[in-house]
């Protein structure tokens, strides 16, 4: 069984930075793609980043430039490294590990960006 756990979130003014982290549980982390998801108030949740066992990144198109997604595989982690944060990035952010199609999820840390 696979469990995340998701820490780093809090509040920061405009323009300040955070970093997330997820710890990850069992041992399929290596081979695994990660995703940090994020869920506004009122909004639908919505895929961050990405990074694959590879480490190929990807992420959408609103954070591209500022945010840094990452992965230790010695410890099991996933990082991302949110940079100029905008009041529009706060939101509930989820860690995912997706393998074989199984879809697992931590229970989120909220980002709250607020001057």
């Known amino acids: 069984q696979v469990q995340l756990v998701e820490s780093g979130g809090g509040t920061v003014q405009p323009g300040g930075s955070l970093r997330l982290s997820c710890a990850a549980s069992g041992s399929i982390f290596d081979i695994s793609g990660m995703g940090w998801y994020r869920q506004a108030p009122g909004k639908e949740r919505e895929l961050v980043a990405h990074?694959?066992?590879?480490?190929?990144?990807g992420y959408v198109d609103s954070v591209k430039g500022r945010f840094t997604i990452s992965r230790d595989n010695a410890k099991n982690t996933v990082y991302l490294q949110m940079n100029s944060l905008k009041p529009e990035d706060t939101a509930v952010y989820y860690c995912?590990?997706?393998?074989?199609?199984?879809?697992?999820w931590g229970k989120g840390t909220l980002v709250t960006v607020s001057s």
């Open positions: 995912n590990l997706h393998y074989a199609g199984e879809f697992y």
């Open positions: 990074i694959t066992s590879a480490s190929t990144t």
